[in-house]
């Protein structure tokens, strides 16, 4: 009991400290500030010099999250094939291949999939 006590005060010591650490070494000066002010030859800059973000490459990422997703859901089902029933096996191949055509034809019809406008 005495061991366990022991561990866990020197596990919150230790992440107090660097809770402390962290905040102590992550604020920000007025130097700094200026630094990250915008600077165009002493007036404010004309336009950002961010391109803003396209959201067609976010969604097609996310589309290849989830077909990398399913990808580790069917291998370990082509393993368990031989321990469970033939009917419970192909039920539970059956629906999550079904969800998986639903999603992908939802996003179709809501254009997700077509790259140019």
Do not use: Y
Request: hydrophobic residues 55%; glycine residues 2%.
């Amino acid at each position: 009991m005495m061991m366990t006590m022991t561990t866990l005060v020197i596990a919150m010591m230790i992440s107090i400290m660097l809770m402390i650490m962290c905040s102590i070494i992550s604020k920000k000066s007025m130097m700094e500030r200026e630094k990250l002010s915008p600077f165009e030859c002493g007036f404010d800059p004309k336009s950002s010099a961010r391109v803003p973000f396209s959201i067609q490459f976010f969604l097609i990422a996310v589309l290849f999250l989830i077909f990398d997703i399913e990808i580790v859901i069917i291998m370990p089902m082509v393993i368990t094939m031989k321990i469970s029933t033939t009917t419970t096996w192909m039920m539970t191949v059956t629906s999550f291949i079904t969800v998986l055509i639903l999603g992908l034809l939802h996003e179709w019809n809501n254009g997700v999939l077509e790259w140019a406008n």
